[in-house]
């Protein structure tokens, strides 16, 4: 099981940044990766980026694309999420997540271990 400890949410203006972080800390399964989720008051959990610890491949949701980067640091097992021209529909709690991911690497099924979440509000 892997522990994550998740950082670097709160309120922003449009057009504003914030950068999250997720510390992972715990043993490590092949087809290892990390990725963000978030959740938005009344809807479902979606999928945002998604990073593959070994090769560094990274998988973005279309309407980040652009404006989110997914990045990782080995040494200090930290996946990081920074987020700019943020809009008032980014709003949401932000979940981290993690794992052996098997299948499909958008689907919150594949991943098995999961953050408390961190809040981002954008206002307009």
């Known amino acids: 099981q892997v522990q994550l400890v998740e950082s670097g949410g709160g309120l922003v203006q449009a057009g504003g940044s914030l950068r999250l972080s997720c510390a992972a800390s715990?043993?490590?399964?092949?087809?290892?990766?990390m990725g963000w989720f978030r959740q938005a008051p009344g809807k479902e959990r979606e999928f945002v980026a998604a990073?593959?610890?070994?090769?560094?491949?990274?998988f973005y949701t279309d309407s980040v694309k652009g404006r989110f980067t997914i990045s990782r640091d080995n040494a200090k097992n930290t996946v990081y999420l920074q987020m700019n021209n943020l809009k008032p529909e980014d709003t949401a709690v932000y979940y981290c997540?993690?794992?052996?991911?098997?299948?499909?690497?958008?689907?919150?099924?594949?991943?098995?271990?999961w953050g408390q979440g961190t809040q981002v509000t954008v206002s307009s």
């Open positions: 990073i593959r610890w070994n090769s560094g491949s990274t």
């Open positions: 715990g043993r490590t399964y092949s087809n290892y990766a």
């Open positions: 997540a993690a794992g052996g991911v098997i299948g499909s690497i958008y689907r919150s099924t594949n991943f098995g271990s």
